[in-house]
C-alpha cells in the first residue's frame, strides 16, 4: 500500500465515509468502489482499524477520572482512619446541591450565600475557605475563597452556561447534548464531560485555564478571538490586554493545590513557594530582603496545616518567622 | 526520521508504575487513574450497564488494594487487572443467569484479554499521533471525533470552508496511519505467532 497517489484522492472520502458525512447514494457508491478495488478496499480496511481505536479512545476520554476516584476513595479504607465527615452543606436550590465531598474550611468557616434574581440566573458566593457545589447534572464545582458563580436555573436549555468571578475547579458530567459553559472575565470556555480549573479573579492581569482530564475549548468572549483547544497538561492563557491567547505547554503542578491542598516544589525559588503558598492558605506572608527569594527548596506537602508549611520551610532555609499587622515576615542570612 | 520500536516497550511501560514492586496509595492512585477508562470500557462489553460495569472494576481495584501486601507484582499488573475485570464480569454474568431466566447475550463473553491489552496498546499509540499531528489539524480532527462536531459546524466555528475541513480530515488519518504503520504490522505479528 505505497501509491501515495491513491491516497490523496481518496482518503478524503474515506475519511467523510467514516465520519457519516456522505448521503445514502454516496455510501453506496462508496461500498461498491471498495469491494472492487482491492488496493482502496486494503487501505479502506487499515483507516478503519485506526477510526476504531480513535472512536474507543474518545470513549474513554467521557470518563472523569478525577470523580472516579472520588468514588471509589470513598468506598475505600486507606490507613484505618476515614476522612472527616465535615460539615458538609446541603444547598437545595434548583441546580446545585451540596456535595457529599470533604469541605475544605481553611480560615475559618467556608461562606456562601446564595442570592436569587430576577432573571433565569442565580449565583453562589463563597468568602473564605473553599466550598464544593454538585450540580444535578452530577458535575462538581469547587469554588476558591472570593468567587463567585451564576448559574441558569433553566434545566430544558440547550447549554449549561454558568458565569464566574473568582476561581473554580469543574468537573463536569459528560453530556453531549448540552455542552458546559464558563464565561470568566473576557474568556469564554467550553466543554462536553470533563475536568478543569479556571482562576480568574478580577484583580488578575490574565484568565488561566488548565486541563486535568478531557478536551476544553476556550475563547475570547469578544468573537474576533481565535479558539484554542486544550489537552491534559495543557493552560491557556488570555491576557486582559492585547487579547493575547496562548497555549502553556507544561502546566503548574500546583495550580489547584487550592482545592487538594497538596503542593509540589522542585527546586523552586522561595519567592515562587511563599506565593503558592499564600494562594492556597490565603495567608499573607512576605520577604522583605530580595536576596532570600532566590533560595530554593525541594520539598512536598499534603494536606498540612499552614504552621506545619512554615515550619518544614523556615527550619530547611534557617528563617525567622514574625507576625506583623496580619503579616507573616520571613526573614533570613540568605542561602549559602 | 524512522521511529524505531522495540516490541519490548510493550512490556515495560507500565513498570513505571510500581517501582520496587510495592504499592502504597500514591502508586494504587497512579494504576487507577492511569487504567480505569479502558477498563471501565472493557467491562462494558460483557456488562453495557454503566453503573454494573463500574462495581465491577471497583471491586478490582479494592481487591487490588486489599491484596497488595501479598500479591506476587512481578508479572504484568496491567494484565492482572483486565484478567480479573475479565473473570468478575463473567462471574456476574454467570450469576445473573442462576437468579433470572432472563437470557443474556453469550457472544461477548469469549472476548480475549490479550487482544484487549493489545488493543489498549494501540489506543495510547493513537493517541500519541493525535497529539503529534499539526495544530490545525490536530484541532480539526478532535472536533469532530472527539467533539462530535459535523464537517459543517467545524468550518463554521473556524471560519474555514467545508472543503479545507475535509483536506484536513483526510490529511490527519494519513499521518496517522504513516506514524502507525510500522506498529500495526508488529501487532499483527505477535498475534499471528502467538496463535501458532
Known sequence: MKNEALHSQFGAKIASYLAGEMNPGERVSFEQEIAADAEK???????????????????????????????????????GKRGLPGNTR?????????????????????????????NAYEALAVEEGSETFELSDGSVITMNAGTTLKYDTRENSGERRVILSGE?????????????????????????????????????????????????SMAARSKTGKQILLNPGNAGVLYKTGKQLDIVSTADPNDIAWKTR???????????????????????????????????????????ELGAVLEVITSTLDLSLSREEGQLILTGEGCK | MEE?????????????LHTAGKIDKTSFEALFRKF???????????????????????????????????LDTSGSLKSYLFTSVHNRCLNTIRDRKKFSDAEVPESESDIDVQAQLESMELEEKIGEAIASLPEKCREIFEMNRFQGLKYAEIAEKL???????????????????????????????????GLN
Request: proline content about 2%; aromatic content about 12%; some cysteine.
Open chain 1, 41 to 79: 478496499g486494503e487501505l479502506f480496511s487499515e483507516y478503519s482499524k485506526i477510526w476504531k481505536g480513535v472512536d474507543q479512545l474518545a470513549e474513554q476520554s467521557g470518563y472523569n477520572v478525577d470523580e472516579e476516584w472520588g468514588i471509589l476513595s470513598e468506598k475505600m479504607d486507606f490507613s
Open chain 1, 90 to 118: 446541603k444547598l437545595r436550590a434548583f441546580v446545585f446541591r451540596a456535595a457529599a465531598v470533604l469541605l475544605i474550611g481553611i480560615a475559618g468557616v467556608a461562606g456562601w450565600v446564595v442570592v436569587r434574581n430576577m
Open chain 1, 168 to 216: 473554580a475547579f469543574f468537573e463536569i458530567a459528560r453530556d453531549t447534548a448540552r455542552p458546559f459553559v464558563v464565561e470568566a472575565g473576557s474568556a469564554v470556555i467550553e466543554v462536553l464531560g470533563t475536568s478543569f480549573n479556571v482562576n480568574a479573579y478580577r484583580e488578575n492581569e490574565t484568565v488561566e485555564v488548565t486541563v486535568h482530564s478531557g478536551l476544553v
Open chain 1, 262 to 304: 497538596e503542593m509540589v516544589f522542585s527546586g523552586t525559588p522561595l519567592g515562587e513557594v511563599i506565593s503558592v503558598v499564600n494562594h492556597v492558605y490565603r495567608s499573607n506572608i512576605v520577604i522583605p530582603d530580595p536576596s532570600l527569594m532566590n533560595c530554593t527548596i525541594t520539598v512536598s506537602f499534603r494536606d498540612q
Open chain 2, 4 to 16: 524505531t520500536f522495540s516490541i519490548f516497550t510493550l512490556m515495560t511501560r507500565e513498570k513505571e
Open chain 2, 36 to 70: 480505569f477508562p479502558a477498563l471501565m470500557a472493557f467491562s462494558r462489553k460483557f456488562l453495557p450497564d454503566e453503573d454494573d460495569a463500574r462495581e465491577v472494576v471497583h471491586s478490582v481495584f479494592i481487591n487490588l488494594w486489599e491484596r497488595r501486601d501479598t
Open chain 2, 159 to 193: 471560519g474555514l470552508s467545508v472543503k479545507t475541513v475535509e483536506n484536513q480530515m483526510s490529511k490527519a488519518l494519513k499521518i496517522m496511519r504513516e506514524k502507525l504503520a510500522h506498529y500495526l504490522t508488529i501487532v499483527i505479528w505477535i498475534l499471528w505467532n
